[in-house]
């Protein structure tokens, strides 16, 4: 079975802080990304991976950073918290063009 | 996720009946579709997906239906169980990035 995991489940921190959420994958699946859920605006992509050191813009980065140094690990960086990046944050991987699985989760507050 | 289903569309069935779980999609260059389920507290769980070439898959209890003329996916659960109560998202593949719809809430009653 393919398994993600998320750092945490529950994070809070303070407008400001640097936030860093980690994910692993124990697939060797080429494709990572992050996405950010909010109530009535579903699953948006924020950043995703194909490659080792490689990253993309998803849909929403701004205020987001990615990094990719490791094939099973793909870390999400909120370099400044704001109030506004408070969600629900979910890590997913896929190999090539196949079904992504998910973490999770990591329910982030921001105070 | 918690608080996930405000504002979403909802169906009601009676435990025992079928569902059908409706989604248009919006890009005809979509070659990739899959159906997730969330349940709360919980990421996504994959159920069933289908590519383009295809216009009907079946799984365990489940079928999907793709009609490529008008964009339109479907869901269907047959003898639906309380444990199918959730919010199931269809989502399209383009580029390697899946897009996915809103969500709908299953809600099954006993």
């Known amino acids: 079975d393919v398994k993600v995991t998320q750092s945490s489940r529950y994070l809070v921190k303070r407008t400001g802080e640097k936030v860093f959420l980690e994910c692993v994958q124990d697939?060797?699946?080429?494709?990572m990304f992050w996405y950010r859920q909010d109530p009535g605006l579903g699953l948006r992509l924020i950043y995703f991976?194909?490659?080792?050191?490689?990253?993309e813009k998803g849909d929403i980065p701004e205020g987001y950073s990615v990094s990719r140094e490791k094939k099973e690990r793909f870390s999400l960086i909120l370099e400044s918290a704001s109030t506004n990046q408070t969600s629900m944050y979910l890590c997913?991987?896929?190999?090539?063009?196949?079904?992504?699985?998910f973490g999770p989760g990591t329910r982030l507050t921001v105070l | 996720g918690e608080n996930v289903g405000l504002h979403l569309p909802t169906l009601s069935v009676q435990e025992g009946d079928n569902s059908i779980i409706n989604c248009a999609y919006s890009n005809s260059a979509s070659d990739y579709f899959i159906w997730y389920k969330q349940e709360s507290g919980k990421g996504p769980q994959f159920i069933i997906d289908?590519?383009?070439?295809?216009d009907k898959r079946q799984g365990q209890r489940v079928t999907v239906l793709l009609n490529k003329t008008v964009k339109h996916l479907s869901l269907q659960i047959a003898a639906t169980q309380p444990g199918d109560s959730a919010v199931y998202f269809c989502?399209?593949?383009?580029?390697?990035?899946?897009?996915f719809g809103a969500g709908t809430i299953l809600r099954v009653k006993s």
């Open positions: 289908i590519r383009s070439n295809m």
């Open positions: 997913a991987s896929s190999r090539q063009d196949n079904e992504q699985f």
């Open positions: 697939m060797d699946h080429e494709n």
């Open positions: 991976s194909y490659d080792v050191k490689m990253k």
């Open positions: 989502a399209e593949n383009i580029f390697m990035k899946l897009v």
